[in-house]
């Protein structure tokens, strides 16, 4: 809400609509809105959206999406990401998320790796502004992440590490001679080797300069309601520094004093910072490597001479020259040349592309030996890079269902934590009557507990693991999906598409009767003309080539699955599978059909009541790689089921080829979404791959769906993996990916989880000395970063190594 240039009674808010078709959906909405009093508004139709200025004394902004929704429209969710800063553990990026998800129609995710938000939002309800406030009044701060927000985010985190790195080094001078404290400690003996009032001097800065962070951010949290890594650094350090202080101001020499410790803790814990900073930038460097790939100009045809023109400003249209070894600038269309394109960074595929006018070419991939002159369909933020990374960023931000156990530790955490100090300083003093090892044990307890390893666990594990996938043409939807991948033990498969290439070829004509070839042809073509499906499609260029002319219809129908009829010089003529056929009376001469079926081709007939007409016979190759695939699906104890809608001959032999064990054939569209529930229904976690349209409900169903990337928009849309190379095999790679992830995650939690267990036990029992333990707290956080940046060496399986790994695997089996 602004009230910018209004009267000063009225405010102004921009709304989406979505279901508008045309002008009068526009003026429908405008005179709807401003039929009401204290509203003016004007419906933009080209942006989809609504100004409205309203008097806040008789209308809300919850009316006025009412309004617009009664009138049969919607104000569709509005999804933006918050760039957070000032957290410092997981329990701040906890109290962020609630204060969020308090807010009206609010649903946000914090990834304390990525220092982001993510948040779906009601226009209307709630505001940007009122967003960011919420986060502010928890004590940190936020502003809305745009597109072209990046380059200025890393040159603000990057000046911020160089400031945090001089700090560190401004408190390692200071320390270190405090430190040499140490050296009597290791003999059993407390020495002071420097005076107090220096060692005073040293570990003042350290403390409320270099140290004044921590305070703050206790405040902040504190004062929010809740605690976190500050708390317990603030805490733990001030207590050690304020003994020390009184010792010295009050000349009690025969007391210790703890300067070297409080000093020692906090610049070990700016170290561990800027390690784990170091470390989590290293998390999104396969977002980063894809977004290098693109050139900053491109060089563009205009006006008959040839210039080199921003990528920010280039149109769809634009002509765009690529020289041999330039990366492309946009996705177009190939107008003029020849050339081969590496689009490994994109698919994953190793071996080039040949592009030809006609080609489709993509955004930062290579052209290698070739000038290309293409036609610019998608610039920016419309590219398949772009959506890539979108995919890859909507997933590092969600948060997978095996982090919500560490969310809820990470909230009770510093509470419990400051509990078991004051029993220890409590059992200390009051057993031993020594209150300087009292106090000492306590801070050891404050400092070595660390919630910052628990909240970074798993979001980094998902953000080097979705990154990978990106590069090597696996895009994961969200983490849960990830998740879910890894737990798969049956996978059904689609057959046409996905299994086979999906370009079916007219393979065999067979009239009957007193028809020729091109009769046959000519009434085929005729019933499959506007049909969309790939049988049609191969009927269709077949009869092309051969010459010959659709036959004229009248009263076209069709069955969806079965085949289709339509009136022929008044008589009333089928297409499609023999059953059809048969079902519609059609006398028919089956002994041609078995043996085409038994070679695996698909046989569709054509008749009318009185005559059977003939065959067309259609085959779809079997892709190069499916039967390597199966096999190395059921070497990783993953069942693969077959659907079809094809006859049980023709699936058989295609299983057989394939390998695969199982199949079901004549299967209707509508029936693929049942047999995954049916699936699911006997407690088996399910996969399902596909390409096609008819895949889209099968593939919401199913516990994972993986989309074929050349399949159909509404495909991918239903999928939770999209797969860039049209094979099975990447299917396979997806699961072994979720796999090397999931055991990434478990790692990290274990270490996370056993570091706290084993670690202030030892705090508590008097068995670690603050130093160490604050130096071990750095650590553990260092410690999951970098073991999650090992999935950086996760690869997919190659053609040449995959008979070895299967061979491996069946010598396993066999020797258990």
């Known amino acids: 809400m602004q009230p910018v240039n209004l009267p000063i009674n009225l405010l102004r808010i921009d709304l989406p609509i979505g279901g508008m078709t045309c002008t009068a959906c526009a003026a429908r909405i405008e005179r709807s809105l401003n039929q009401q009093p204290g509203i003016t508004a004007a419906i933009n139709l080209a942006a989809e959206k609504a100004r409205v200025d309203y008097d806040p004394a008789q209308t809300t902004p919850e009316q006025i999406v009412s309004i617009i929704e009664k009138a049969g429209y919607q104000v569709p969710e509005q999804h933006i990401s918050l760039a957070l800063e000032g957290m410092t553990c997981a329990a701040c990026a906890a109290r962020i998320e609630k204060a969020l998800n308090l807010l009206p129609g609010v649903s946000a995710s914090v990834n304390f790796a990525t ?41 603000r985190k990057l000046v911020h590490y160089q400031k945090e790195f001089r700090l560190f080094w401004i408190s390692a001078l200071l320390t270190l001679p405090l430190l040499a404290q140490m050296g009597g400690m290791v003999s059993g003996e407390h020495q002071d080797w420097l005076p107090r009032w220096l060692q005073l001097a040293l570990a003042t800065p350290v403390q409320f300069w270099i140290g004044k962070r921590f305070y703050i951010g206790a405040y902040h949290a504190l004062r929010g309601g809740g605690a976190n890594m500050d708390v317990l650094v603030a805490l733990g350090t001030t207590m050690a520094y304020l003994l020390s202080l009184v010792v010295t101001l009050l000349g009690m020499h025969e007391q210790h004093v703890y300067f070297e ?35 900053r100009t491109a060089r563009v045809e ?63 991939t290579q052209n290698l030996d070739g000038m290309l002159k293409l036609r610019a369909t998608s610039v920016g933020s419309a590219t398949q890079l ?28 510093v509470p419990i934590v400051v509990g078991i100090a004051l029993v220890t300083f409590v059992l200390w003093w009051w057993l031993g009557g020594d209150l300087s090892a009292a106090l000492i044990n306590a801070v050891a307890v404050l400092v070595i507990a660390c919630p910052c390893a628990l909240g970074l666990a798993t979001p980094t594990a998902i953000m080097v693991g979705t990154g990978r996938g990106a590069q090597t043409g696996i895009l994961v939807r969200d983490a849960r999906a990830l998740e879910q991948a890894h737990k798969i033990t049956t996978l059904i498969v689609d057959k046409t598409g996905t299994l086979t290439e999906g370009q079916p070829t007219v393979t065999d004509v067979i009239p009957a009767g007193n028809h020729s070839a091109q009769d046959l042809l000519a009434v085929a073509a005729a019933l499959e003309q506007g049909s969309q499906h790939p049988l049609a499609t191969a009927i269709l260029s077949h009869a092309q080539t051969q010459g010959v002319t659709p036959r004229a219809i009248s009263q076209f129908s069709s069955v969806a699955g079965k085949g289709v009829s339509a009136l022929i010089d008044n008589e009333q003529v089928f297409l499609g599978s023999l059953s059809f056929l048969a079902a519609s ?82 299967v209707m569209p509508q029936d693929k979404a049942q047999e995954v529930a049916r699936q699911k229904a006997q407690g088996k976690v399910v996969g399902m791959a596909g390409d096609g349209i008819n895949d889209a409900p099968a593939l919401s169903a199913a516990d994972v769906g993986f989309a074929i ?70 650590m553990s956080s260092v410690s999951v970063v970098s073991n999650a940046l090992l999935l950086k060496r996760w690869k997919p399986i190659s053609p040449q190594t995959l008979p070895s790994l299967l061979a491996l695997s069946r010598e396993r089996e066999r020797g258990t």
């Open 386 to 413: 772009a959506h890539i990374v979108r995919m890859v960023e909507d997933a590092q931000g969600s948060k997978a269902p095996i982090q919500r156990l560490a969310d809820v530790i990470s909230g009770i955490f």
């Open 585 to 666: 009376n059609v006398p028919l001469a089956d002994a041609d059909a078995r043996a085409l079926l038994d070679q695996g081709k698909t046989v569709i007939g054509i008749g009318s009541t009185q005559h059977f007409m003939g065959l067309i016979a259609i085959a779809d190759r079997l892709r190069d790689d499916s039967a390597a695939a199966v096999r190395r699906l059921q070497a990783m104890h993953i069942e693969v089921v077959m659907l079809t809608g094809d006859n049980p001959q023709t699936a058989k032999a295609i299983a057989e080829q394939a390998g695969v064990d199982r199949f079901l054939a004549e």
């Open 261 to 295: 410790a409080s000093s020692a803790v906090i610049t070990l814990i700016l170290l561990g910072k800027l390690l784990e900073a170091r470390a989590k930038g290293k998390t999104s460097a396969a977002i980063e490597a894809l977004l290098k790939l693109q050139p």
């Open 302 to 364: 205009r006006d008959g001479q040839q210039i080199d023109v921003p990528i920010e400003q280039l149109q769809a249209g634009d002509v765009c020259v690529v020289r041999a070894g330039e990366n492309i600038p946009v996705d177009g269309e190939v107008i003029e040349g020849a050339s081969s394109v590496n689009e490994a960074m994109l698919t994953g595929e190793s071996m080039p592309r040949h592009k030809a006018p006609g080609s489709r070419a993509y955004a930062a």
């Open 115 to 155: 220092e982001q938000a993510a948040v779906r939002f009601q226009p209307g309800k709630i505001t940007i502004a009122q967003l960011i406030d919420a986060v502010r009044k928890t004590g940190y701060q936020a502003r809305e992440m745009a597109a072209q927000d990046r380059e200025a985010e890393r040159a």
């Open 709 to 778: 990337s050349s399949g159909s928009d509404i495909a991918i849309e239903a999928a939770d993996v999209t797969l860039m190379r049209n094979s099975l095999m990447s299917v396979a790679d997806a699961i072994s990916l979720s796999r090397a992830t999931l055991s990434k995650i478990r790692q990290n939690l274990f270490f996370a989880f056993i570091y706290n267990v084993l670690g202030i036990p030892l705090a508590a029992l008097g068995m670690l000395n603050p130093v160490i333990a604050g130096a071990a707290m750095a």
